[in-house]
Structures are given as structure tokens and as C-alpha cells.
């Protein structure tokens, strides 16, 4: 069974930056379709940015170029390099995965992970 597991969240002030690392075991990356999401209260988690099984890379439109995902597939790794970082974007980031091509949707995900405090000082 495919396990996941973030590290790299912690506290920083406004402006700063954040790699989040999401280790994958039990399965292989690159055959997955491997997303971060974040914890937005009184809704679904939302997506934030996807490498699909099938290829490409896609965001969510808030982002705005703050936020950058990309995958070490030797070392079975997923990373979320987050940029320019506000208070607003305080939360719990996870990383999820699925063996069928998806994008952003919550509900596709069956493998998640425990997730990673983010905490943006002002």
C-alpha cells in the first residue's frame, strides 16, 4: 500500500519561503498521479498544484506563480517549493496520490499523507 510522508513545514514571516518534501513508499512516484493540497477551513481540502500520471504539471489559479511542484522520481520524492509566502497561506499542507490520471479534485485521492503545519507570520 502506497504511504506518504510531508516534512519541511515550520513557521516563517511574510515574504518568506518553504519547501515542503512528501516521501513516497509502497508504491513508485512516477506511475501516480501526485498532488498537494492545503486544509481551508469549513471546506474540502484544496487543491494546490498536480504532476498527473500522465503527464503535464497544473495549478490552481491562486497561486500565481508563488508556488512551484516538482518530483525527484530517483528518490521517490514529491516537493511543493512555496514562495513569497503570506499569512493567509497558514495551514495544514498534505500531499495525495492516486494510481489513475487525476488533477485537483479532493474527492480522486485515496493515499494521503499525515500532512505539515505551515505557520506565516506578519
Known amino acids: 500500500e502506497v504511504r506518504l510522508a510531508e516534512s519541511g513545514g515550520g513557521s516563517v514571516q511574510a515574504g518568506g519561503s518553504l519547501r515542503l518534501s512528501c516521501r513516497v513508499s509502497g508504491g513508485t512516484l512516477r506511475e501516480q498521479s501526485m498532488a498537494w493540497f492545503r486544509r481551508v477551513p469549513g471546506k474540502d481540502r484544496e487543491g494546490i498544484a498536480v504532476?498527473?500520471?500522465?503527464?503535464?504539471?497544473r495549478y490552481a489559479d491562486f497561486v500565481k506563480g508563488r508556488f512551484a511542484i516538482s518530483a525527484d522520481n530517483a528518490a521517490n520524492t514529491l516537493y511543493l517549493q512555496m514562495n513569497n509566502l503570506q499569512p493567509e497561506d497558514s495551514t495544514t499542507y498534505y500531499c495525495?496520490?492516486?494510481?489513475?490520471?487525476?488533477?485537483?479534485?479532493?474527492?480522486?485521492?485515496?493515499?494521503w499523507g499525515p500532512g505539515t503545519q505551515v505557520t506565516v507570520s506578519s
Open positions: 504532476i498527473p500520471r500522465d503527464g503535464g504539471i
Open positions: 495525495a496520490a492516486s494510481l489513475f490520471n487525476r488533477g485537483l479534485k479532493y474527492s480522486d485521492y485515496v493515499y
